[in-house]
């Protein structure tokens, strides 16, 4: 059975004739069924994976194949692909199925990747853990009793298992790089613009952003440089250059100009996991990078900050979900009840909540208290990472707090689940890019993520950086 993982060996046996692209795919289709219990895919493409491997088979044979022949990718199921269901895991959209493709997709698909599935996540990516799904929750694959993170869970296990090489998921607050972290894989959340958000089910839009997971930080790049750069559709893509990342080799960290921020090593930092990332930050300083300390004074406001945002913009996006044009409908004898009964049974518990904390958000007088300020909040921390951008190059964190937690554990504890990204929101609220890579194992073998954030639009760096530490972390 073929490995998945790195896309570079099997796209050079694929050039070597030493195995078909049919060959990739069946052995991918075979991972998948042999770890369904993970329940990472909600839907897989079988028959239509198969039908396109024969086409992509002859360009690789001729040289005509993009950049991405040979590669099997994943999608989020909140990510449109035309002609197949994009749930968001919601009853709410059990049957809707798009009429088109999300850019990121069709740009993967013009690159000649492959897309096998959707997979699995929180409702309407609103969770910290994959717990929340009509499809069931998605399984750590280490550890069964734990959870992979979310809300791109499905999309973390996928890459993690070697189902596919590498996924699309969608990160508004940390959903990349929280189960990129508990899963023991790379995640990238691009900078806000670098990615088209068209085809993504919105949840908190000045948020959220389309990023890949991947086993190794090389085909990170590879998928990003093609997913990146301008679309018309989406009015808030930047016109700005696209690197070919691909090209950024690991090198060396000389010159480079590491921050440390002591607001993100508290004392009541896992010992396991603070030791594994300085660890990091010992070998970048061997390698003959410079190490700063630097201060991001506001991260204390960014957690209840981006939930205010995000919960006010949830409230106004979910508002079209009614039942008369859109999702899920109850039947009943009047209007009002007809939307109150399918809103009702349409969103799950966690979706709700959130909707009715954004509409009192959102509400006359609230609206100053609560929603004006965290926006003022959101422009302090940005000024923060300005501010520190001016001394160093990269910043390095832990991603999260803790490893992988037990399933159920922050189930019933809203607040508890919010806090697993505590780390992450940050880069979300600045709109600057930040990677996840694994640096190491907890005592019980659990993955723990080291956390990189990066200028705006300097991936290159951000990419850089995380190649050298991958190298060197081994």
Same mark, same amino acid.
């Given at each position: 059975?073929?490995s998945?993982?790195?896309?570079a060996?099997t ?13 990739v795919? $069946? ?15 909600v ?17 690789? @044979?001729?040289? @005509? ?23 968001c895991?919601?009853r *709410?959209?059990?049957n ?10 069709? %740009?993967?698909i013009a ?7 959707k997979?699995?996540l ?9 717990? %929340?799904?009509?499809?069931g929750?998605?399984? =750590?694959?280490r550890?069964?009793a ?5 809300s791109?869970?499905?999309s973390?296990?996928a890459?993690?298992t070697?189902?596919?090489?590498a996924a ?10 929280q189960?990129a ?10 900078t806000?613009g670098?990615?088209?958000?068209y085809?993504?089910v ?14 190794n930080v ?13 679309? $018309?559709r ?10 070919d990342?691909?090209l ?11 921050g ?19 660890n ?5 300083a061997e390698?003959?990078?410079s190490?700063?300390?630097v201060?991001?004074?506001h ?5 209840? +900050?981006?939930?205010?945002i ?6 106004s ?8 044009e ?11 009840? *007809? ?13 709700k909540? @959130?909707? *009715?904390?954004?509409? =009192? ?5 609230a609206?100053?208290d609560?929603y ?5 909040? @959101?422009?302090? /921390?940005?000024?923060?990472f300005?501010e ?6 990269v ?14 554990e922050?189930?019933?504890?809203p607040v508890?689940?919010?806090? +697993?990204?505590v780390?992450? /929101?940050?880069?979300?609220?600045a709109?600057?890019?930040?990677i ?7 005592a019980r ?5 080291l956390?990189?954030y ?7 760096t951000?990419?850089?950086a995380?190649?050298f ?6």
């Amino acid at each position: 059975m073929e490995s998945c993982t790195p896309f570079a060996l099997t796209r050079e046996r694929l050039s070597l004739g030493e195995l078909t692209l049919f060959d990739v795919i $069946a052995g991918s289709l075979a991972r998948i069924r042999a770890r369904d219990d993970l329940n990472a895919f909600v839907t897989v493409f079988e028959e239509e994976a198969l039908r396109a491997a024969r086409g992509i088979d002859e360009k690789i @044979r001729s040289g @005509r194949a993009g950049p991405l022949a040979g590669m099997i990718v994943g999608v989020k199921d909140n990510i449109c692909v035309c002609g197949h269901r994009t749930t968001c895991a919601s009853r *709410m959209l059990e049957n809707y199925v798009p009429p088109y493709h999300a850019t990121a997709v069709e %740009r993967l698909i013009a690159a000649d990747a492959i897309i096998i599935g959707k997979t699995n996540l929180d409702e309407f990516a609103m969770g910290s853990s994959s717990e %929340r799904s009509i499809f069931g929750p998605v399984l =750590h694959p280490r550890d069964p009793a734990r959870v992979p993170g979310g809300s791109s869970g499905g999309s973390a296990v996928a890459v993690a298992t070697g189902m596919v090489h590498a996924a699309l998921g969608s990160d508004t607050g940390g959903s990349i790089r929280q189960p990129a972290a508990f899963c023991g894989v790379t995640g990238l959340k691009p900078t806000y613009g670098r990615v088209s958000r068209y085809g993504l089910v919105a949840f908190a839009p000045s948020c959220d952003q389309i990023g890949p997971l991947a086993g190794n930080v090389e085909d990170v790049a590879r998928v990003l440089r093609v997913i990146s750069g301008r679309d $018309a559709r989406d009015a808030t893509s930047a016109d700005v250059p696209v690197p070919d990342f691909t090209l950024s080799p690991p090198g060396d960290a000389k010159n480079l100009r590491v921050g440390i921020p002591k607001e993100y090593f508290p004392a009541s930092l896992d010992a396991e996991i603070a030791e594994a990332v300085l660890n990091g930050v010992e070998l970048l300083a061997e390698a003959g990078a410079s190490v700063h300390d630097v201060s991001l004074p506001h991260a204390e406001y960014a957690v209840p +900050a981006y939930y205010c945002i995000s919960m006010a913009d949830t409230s106004s996006n979910l508002a079209r979900f009614d039942g008369v044009e859109y999702g899920f409908r109850r039947p009943a004898e009047t209007y009002q009840e *007809m939307v109150t009964r399918s809103r009702t049974d349409g969103f799950g518990e966690e979706v709700k909540r @959130r909707i *009715m904390i954004g509409t =009192h958000i959102l509400s006359r007088g609230a609206d100053r208290d609560y929603y004006l300020k965290a926006r003022q909040v @959101r422009r302090l /921390v940005a000024r923060d990472f300005e501010e520190a951008f001016e001394k160093v190059d990269v910043i390095i964190t832990p991603t999260t707090p803790t490893t992988a937690f037990k399933r159920g554990e922050c189930s019933k504890d809203p607040v508890a689940m919010f806090l +697993a990204d505590v780390f992450t /929101v940050g880069g979300n609220l600045a709109g600057i890019p930040a990677i996840s890579i694994p640096c190491g194992v907890d005592a019980r073998g659990l993955p723990i993520g080291l956390q990189l954030y990066a200028r705006a639009f300097d991936e290159a760096t951000l990419l850089k950086a995380a190649g050298f530490l991958e190298r060197s972390l081994g």
